[in-house]
């Protein structure tokens, strides 16, 4: 498996002169539209860091004159921190079932075709259903199980839901690993799961820690379960984020910013962390590089 | 289409749903019944409070619960602060718990619903809009409380008409506690009109004294004098977000003659009057601030704290929120007085929308005994605690009882506060309500969606948005039963207009 | 003990019978899935046939009885429920025109950065961060941005046009389109242009050089060999795109909260207006089950599309 970095670099046809100006041309271009579509990430970060008469300035003041940690405290002390702590354990747990049910069923489908093409597409499928079709049978489903409210409810769901993803692209990484490798582990005598834990899953690790941290970022930016699922004890990062859109707090975007900016770093710093392996974890598997 | 599912897996699963699926799916709630609840230790009790406070501390002291004891009062995250601010004094009057749980506005009563529908009794007291008792009798959240008003006596008479009476009641019960004496002012900046060049000018131009309007023609008159766009000033602004602007239209329509429903629950609100009355409200929008189309109560309030309106009418709260804000501009610039009216058979027919404002029920569902939830919610109402609920200025828990609006400190708790609270009185007294009825929040939301479509320009007539809103109406009245509705919105009507 | 070994692909069991041998025979294949799968039809295909069975029923929070009323919640629907056809129509043009907006650029972004450029790695993962970012936070930065006093956004395109005009950005039917397009093009162009690059890498250079040589330009290069080439990956990507944009909630909820209106109510927000503000779950449900069979027919199109063309 390949990363962007290592792709061959394309063979059309250039002149040598022209080619130094094309390669600089061509940063330049990319390099402006980063910045250009960095725009409104930056925006949310330094409005965290704003007064409100800033943040609430007309004309759009940029770059904060006095910069303050006022709108973090507030928004820590007001919610946010148990927003983060709810964001935390449900999203730990949801990735955590996701991943070790979506690995051994991976490994079943590759290696055994368990139920055919029709069992996989189903479970592909599942990926694109509309959550709200969901969301009202669900409600009704947790609360006759007194569920709603809870963070095991929604770690369920979660887990559920992120199936799919997990399971497609697992096996995506798990084909392509020869299965002659399990068998001279079973030769060796391993069992199955043997044979998928100490040789299989090292060879396809890469793909794991990108698809285990795709599903940690989609679930930590879930918003309609987290809405529908909870009343008043367990609200997420999303859903607390939604609240501040208020007849009495009115525009109180300097918190709600600084809550954004909390939430969004961490996942942006494992983007890039595992940056190796976005490409094909993130096109579910259907295309490779 | 490719099979989708393996048949044989779909065929062994099935029948498993199956039972699953009959087993789980919607058994109907159950009835509203009062639970029996025990009494035994305040049966005998001889209360000798003299305050709605008093005799609710006596009866839950005598009521022996337990030190941890919390109480969960909810709300939306304005209105929650009257119950905020009275925390302390619960924990040193009762030796019991009070804690507070919110939303924002928008979400309020999807909140509850939310609540209602799992029956987790995670709220054990909500404020609420007292208009929703309908809605929430029939999914049977209420707890029926006239059992302990006549015991404990939260002294609903102090409060002031129409909410001792009409509105804590439903289906002759009592099932709320009205906590706030909810209706409008119109705000007006004093010293623009009182300023002699002002005066002046007005009168070289329209002939007529510079005033608080009386008449809507009035008011328009004085608005168009006062929309200067290069100063950053408009002649007014009012809530115009899609959420709750049929407010303004029914004080238009009830001005005007008009009401909700005729003979046989047929809708009323798509006559003549009412076209008149959209086709102003929308016209009156020439003389806002071009961004109003999204604003609502904060954004309208920060216009006129900032100096950009000459007129705004909305709640009593804004009355006290313009004075506590840091940046307001207009303290102590602020006049009150009364909603206009048009001119019905050539006098003003000046009528404020006077909503029934919120109210405290006890949820059916509390997992503590209903007794006890009554008496915090009693001691939440007596005048000590709505006292101060009612001087936070930054809350919006408007006067409600008599004893308040005459009390002195509270007369005198911002400059004009006496005047503002004469002109909530005024307001209350030429006030239109709001029925309560099942499928009252249906009903609105058919009618705000239409008028929002109106107000942007995505409808062009007035008659077609609001039959659009009528034939909307005339299928709920039909979901929910054309008699029961009528019965109740009738029996409803009749009894605000006797008291 | 389980034996290794590819069989047949097979498009389903033949029968029952050798369903059940095949199991019985090897226990542990199954074994692996039965976690996931038990799960996933408790969380999937049993909430399915709970809304089914609901939207055959008259079920309202606020009415106690709750009969049994065939398909009248669905002849309601589709006849006479101007708000749902209202909700159709502003979801077709959101996601018309933001797949085509996406594709356009995502496209052009694929062969821009299909040549060597300094930092390449690095900049290609930050071009894909919106993507890392919740939804939510796209919305209300949008709403933020596009709010006329205070939006940068706003800001800088009132100072372009002229004279004293302002756009109603948050307050006009049309414009509110605009800004939950941009959103969501912001955000997720990046995926349409990951699937189109990727596409792009894989295919054999040769043909390319070849007519190059042979003296074709560029353009007519692309047009003739390339293009042909990424239909495939095109479709792929269409059909993903435009299945998430078929859900959209929550960019919308929290930058135009569906108005003014409702010209940006999706057909989403109306069934959750209609399940959770109003509490007609079985009239939501019916909803939702007509988008749930739209949904299922695009999808087992973009299934027999994957599973069709198979690239190595």
Request: one cysteine or more.
């Amino acid at each position: 498996m390949t990363s962007i970095t290592a792709s061959p670099s394309p063979t059309r046809a250039r002149r040598r002169r022209g080619r130094r100006l094309a390669v600089a041309l061509r940063t330049l271009a990319v390099v402006v539209l980063i910045l250009l579509t960095s725009i409104p990430t930056a925006w949310i970060v330094l409005t965290g860091f704003k007064t409100e008469a800033e943040y609430l300035s007309s004309p759009p003041v940029w770059v904060p004159q006095r910069p303050t940690l006022a709108n973090y405290e507030e928004m820590w002390s007001d919610g946010g921190a148990k927003a983060f702590a709810n964001s935390l354990t449900v999203t730990l747990g949801g990735t955590l079932i996701a991943v070790a049910g979506g690995v051994l069923a991976a490994y079943s489908l590759s290696r055994f075709q368990t139920g055919g093409a029709g069992l996989a597409n189903w479970i592909l499928s599942v990926r694109f259903l509309p959550p709200i079709a969901f969301a009202i049978p669900l409600a009704l489903m947790l609360q006759a199980l007194g569920l709603v409210d809870t963070h095991l409810g929604l770690i369920l769901v979660y887990g559920a839901f992120n199936l799919p993803f997990v399971i497609w692209t697992m096996k995506g990484f798990f084909d392509e690993v020869p299965t002659q490798i399990d068998e001279s582990a079973l030769i060796d005598g391993c069992t199955s799961m043997g044979a998928l834990v100490r040789v299989v899953l090292p060879l396809a690790a890469a793909g794991l820690v990108s698809t285990t941290l795709l599903t940690f970022i989609f679930i930590w930016s879930e918003f309609l379960f987290a809405l529908v699922l909870s009343q008043s004890a367990l609200f997420t990062i999303p859903v607390r984020l939604s609240q501040y859109y208020s007849e009495a707090v009115g525009l109180r975007w300097g918190p709600q910013a600084a809550l954004a900016t909390l939430a969004m770093l961490p996942m942006i710093a494992m983007a890039l962390l595992g940056q190796a392996f976005l490409v094909r974890a993130m096109s579910y598997g259907a295309l490779k590089e | 289409m490719e099979a989708v599912y393996s048949r044989s897996l779909a065929r062994s699963v099935g029948s498993l749903l199956l039972v699953l699926t009959v087993i789980s799916c919607g058994a109907p709630p159950s009835a509203n019944t009062p639970a029996a609840q025990p009494t035994s230790s305040t049966a005998q009790l001889q209360l000798t409070g003299k305050t709605p406070g008093e005799r609710a501390v006596e009866g839950l002291k005598a009521l022996n619960l337990p030190a941890d004891t919390t109480f969960t009062v909810f709300s939306e995250d304005l209105t929650i602060k009257m119950a905020d601010v009275n925390i302390d004094a619960f924990k040193q009057e009762t030796g019991l718990t009070l804690r507070t749980e919110t939303a924002p506005f928008l979400e309020h009563r999807t909140k509850i619903m939310q609540d209602a529908i799992n029956k987790s009794g995670t709220y054990d007291l909500v404020i609420l809009q007292t208009s929703w008792m309908g809605d929430l009798y029939n999914a049977g959240y209420l707890t029926p409380l006239t059992e302990w008003t006549s015991k404990y006596d939260p002294d609903l008479d102090d409060m002031i008409a129409p909410f001792s009476q009409v509105w804590s009641r439903y289906a002759g019960e009592v099932y709320g506690l009205p906590t706030d004496g909810d209706t409008w002012i119109l705000y007006y900046r004093k010293d623009l009109f009182e300023d002699p060049k002002e005066q002046e000018a007005y009168k070289a131009t329209y002939g007529a004294e510079l005033a608080p309007p009386k008449t809507w023609d009035e008011f328009n008159q004085i608005a168009e004098f006062f929309t200067r766009p290069e100063q950053n000033l408009y002649g007014a602004t009012e809530w115009r977000v899609k959420g709750v602007t049929y407010w303004w239209f029914f004080q238009r329509l009830a001005s005007l003659g008009g009401t909700y429903f005729k003979e046989g629950m047929q809708p009323a609100i798509n006559g003549p009057e009412g076209v008149q009355a959209l086709e102003d409200l929308k016209a009156m929008n020439g003389h806002m601030s071009p961004d109003v189309l999204s604003w609502g109560y904060v954004e309208t309030l920060k216009a006129f704290t900032e100096g950009q309106a000459a007129m705004l009418i909305t709640w009593p709260a804004a009355g006290k929120n313009m004075v506590d804000a840091e940046q307001s501009k207009v303290v102590g610039k602020v006049g009150f007085t009364t909603v206009p009216g048009y001119l019905v058979a050539g006098q003003p027919n000046p009528k404020t929308m006077t909503v029934p404002g919120y109210s405290l029920v006890v949820n059916s569902n509390t997992k503590h005994t209903k007794e006890a939830a009554y008496l915090v919610a009693q001691w939440l109402v007596s005048p000590e605690q709505l006292k101060r609920a009612n001087m936070n200025l930054s809350g919006n828990t408007d006067v409600l009882r008599e004893s308040i609006f005459a009390d002195p400190q509270m007369r005198d708790i911002f400059p004009g506060a006496a005047e503002y609270l004469d002109a909530q009185k005024a307001n209350i007294a030429q006030g239109f309500p709001e029925p309560i009825i099942p499928g009252y929040d249906e009903y609105m939301q058919a009618l705000e969606i239409e008028i929002s479509r109106f107000m942007t320009g995505e409808l062009d007539s007035a008659q077609e948005a609001l039959d659009n809103a009528a034939a909307g109406w005339e299928q709920i009245t039909d979901k929910y039963g054309r008699d029961k509705q009528a019965e109740l919105y009738t029996s409803f009507m009749d009894s605000y207009q006797q008291q | 003990m389980a034996t290794l070994g590819r069989q047949a692909r097979t498009a389903g069991p033949a029968s029952w019978r050798s369903w059940l041998r095949g199991l019985r025979a090897r226990p542990a294949p199954w074994l692996l899935v039965a976690p996931s799968l038990l799960l996933l039809l408790v969380m999937t295909v049993y909430p399915t046939l709970s809304t089914l069975y609901l939207s055959l029923h008259r079920w309202e929070a606020t009415m106690i009885d709750r009969p049994f009323i065939g398909f009248d919640n669905y002849a309601r629907l589709v006849s006479s429920d101007a708000r749902f056809h209202n909700a159709l129509v502003q979801t077709v043009i959101i996601v018309g025109v933001a797949l085509l907006l996406q594709v356009l650029l995502g496209f052009a972004l694929a062969l821009l950065f299909d040549g060597e450029f300094w930092a390449k790695g690095l900049l290609t993962t930050l071009y894909l961060v919106p993507m890392m970012i919740s939804p939510v936070v796209v919305g209300f930065t949008a709403r933020m941005a596009f709010t006329n006093q205070y939006g940068f956004v706003a800001q800088i395109i009132n100072t372009i046009l002229p004279g004293d005009t302002k756009i109603q950005w948050l307050a006009d039917p049309f414009w509110a389109k605009v800004v939950v397009i941009v959103a969501d093009t912001w955000q997720w162009t990046p995926f349409v242009f990951l699937v189109l690059y990727s596409a792009l890498l894989s295919l054999p250079q040769e043909p390319f050089e070849a007519a190059q040589v042979d003296g074709a330009s560029y353009w007519q290069a692309f047009w003739h060999i390339t293009l042909p080439q990424m239909r495939y990956a095109l479709l792929v990507a269409v059909l993903i795109r435009g299945l998430d944009l078929l859900k959209l909630f929550d960019v919308v909820l929290l930058s135009t909260r569906a108005g003014p209106g409702t010209s940006t109510e999706t057909v989403s927000i109306y069934i959750y207006h209609l399940a959770f503000r109003f509490w007609s779950l079985g009239y939501a449900a019916a909803a939702s089950f007509l988008l749930l069979l739209v949904v299922i027919v695009i999808t087992s199109l973009l299934i027999r599309t994957m599973g069709s063309t198979k690239h190595a």
